[in-house]
């Protein structure tokens, strides 16, 4: 089980390395991350209550509130009646935002495409082999029940 360990810490070393390699082109949205988060949260995942918005940012819900209130400053999302429930609401990504987002994405992958020509054929290929394990790995990683509940205060996105 060590050697699984260690390669799990290689993992998340580089995991956290590539996400940080690829956001310098977020800058260039003119958009904060945390904004950008919750965008990508309903611009691939739909529109979202306020509370399950929060969640899925592991926020508590007055500071998702604010968040909301930043993307329909800038147009980049909306409030709408919750078909399901005539108290609730919905945000959902404004086709501005879905651009704005798209477009990041779009940056973000050219930014990998053009580091990925630095790799050989044969590295390629195996980073290539590596996503459906990857996948799962992220699919089991999700399927896992939440942690014991704690202080959201001391709490760190990235450890």
Avoid: K, W
Avoid at 76 to 91: E, Q, S, V
Wanted: aromatic share 2%; charged share 25%; proline share 8%.
């Amino acid at each position: 089980m060590a050697g699984v360990a260690a390669e799990l810490d290689q993992l998340h070393q580089l995991a956290i390395a590539l996400l940080r390699g690829v956001r310098v082109e977020d800058e260039r949205a003119g958009v904060g991350p945390a904004l950008l988060s919750a965008l990508s949260v309903l611009t691939f995942g739909g529109p979202h209550a306020l509370g399950a918005l929060a969640h899925a940012e592991g926020v508590r819900p007055p500071t998702m509130s604010r968040l909301v209130d930043g993307l329909e400053r800038a147009g980049l999302a909306r409030r709408r009646a919750d078909p399901d429930d005539a108290r609730g609401l919905r945000i959902e990504a404004t086709p501005q935002g879905r651009a704005l987002l798209l477009a990041g994405r779009a940056r973000r992958l050219r930014r990998l495409a053009v580091a990925a020509r630095a790799l050989t054929p044969c590295a390629r290929a195996s980073v290539a082999a590596a996503i459906p394990a990857l996948g799962a790995l992220v699919q089991a990683l999700h399927a896992l029940p939440p942690p014991p509940a704690h202080n959201r205060r001391t709490r760190r996105r990235f450890d």
